[in-house]
T-cell receptor
Framework: QQPVQSPQAVILREGEDAVINCSSS?????VHWYRQKHGEAPVFLMI?????EQKGHEKISASFNEKKQQSSLYLTASQLSYSGTYFC????????????FGTGTRLKVLA | GAVVSQHPSWVICKSGTSVKIECRSL??????MFWYRQFPKQSLMLMAT?????????EQGVEKDKFLINHASLTLSTLTVTSAHPEDSSFYIC??????????????FGEGSRLTVL
């Protein structure tokens, strides 16, 4: 079942913050975050495995709630290069090696 | 980081012809690769899981006779779109998962192949 992301799209000014949410109706084994530029393949940002985990990558960080049904991606002091479409992705279970991606969130950062 | 190469980057073909897309993991072995299709402004939809040395596992609604997948070696998976029609036009992306070494669990993507069927 495909995770649902919110918002669907967001426009920011440079330096502003954004939060992108990823929700599933059932517990996830893991959650991955990717950013995709137009016409390009997605680029891996980070992976979270444990409930309650928080992880950071430069000014981009993410959390995974205790029930492992929701993850949020935090973009702080956004830069123009952050523009793109963000996807959460998940494995349906340990060892299944089946990756499903969320509905996507389009982010546009304006100067 | 690990590299996955996909070829061709874009292809235009006539309706009724077949097109083969290759996906190679250049610096690691991938027993499992994934094929996705992405329509404009939509998410990546998993088409099938390609397993080295065995049959691919197709997602519901994906015709296995139309989208032939072969994973003959630990570094190469191919997707053949047979008897292509205009509705098959899409962006096809492969990915491979590292199962050992650094960044285990991370999914590495090919550059994508844009197929246009006339």
């Amino acid at each position: 079942q495909q995770p649902v992301q919110s918002p669907q799209a967001v426009i920011l000014r440079e330096g502003e913050d954004a939060v992108i949410n990823c929700s599933s109706s059932k517990a996830l084994y893991s959650v991955h975050w990717y950013r995709q530029k137009h016409g390009e393949a997605p680029v891996f940002l980070m992976i979270l495995l444990k409930g309650g985990e928080q992880k950071g990558h430069e000014k981009i960080s993410a959390s995974f709630n205790e029930k492992k049904q929701q993850s949020s991606l935090y973009l702080t002091a956004s830069q123009l290069s952050y523009s793109g479409t963000y996807f959460c992705g998940t494995e349906s279970g340990s060892g299944t090696y089946k990756y499903i991606f969320g509905t996507g969130t389009r982010l546009k950062v304006l100067a | 980081g690990a590299v996955v190469s996909q070829h061709p980057s874009w292809v235009i073909c006539k309706s009724g012809t077949s097109v083969k897309i290759e996906c190679r993991s250049l610096d690691f072995q991938a027993t499992t690769m994934f094929w996705y299709r992405q329509f404009p402004k939509q998410s990546l939809m998993l088409m099938a899981t390609s397993n080295e040395g065995s049959k691919a596992t197709y997602e519901q609604g994906v015709e296995k006779d139309k989208f032939l997948i072969n994973h003959a070696s630990l570094t190469l998976s191919t997707l053949t779109v047979t008897s292509a029609h205009p509705e098959d036009s899409s962006f096809y992306i492969c990915s491979a998962r590292k199962t050992s070494g650094s960044n285990t669990g991370e999914l590495f993507f090919g550059e994508g192949s844009r197929l246009t069927v006339l």
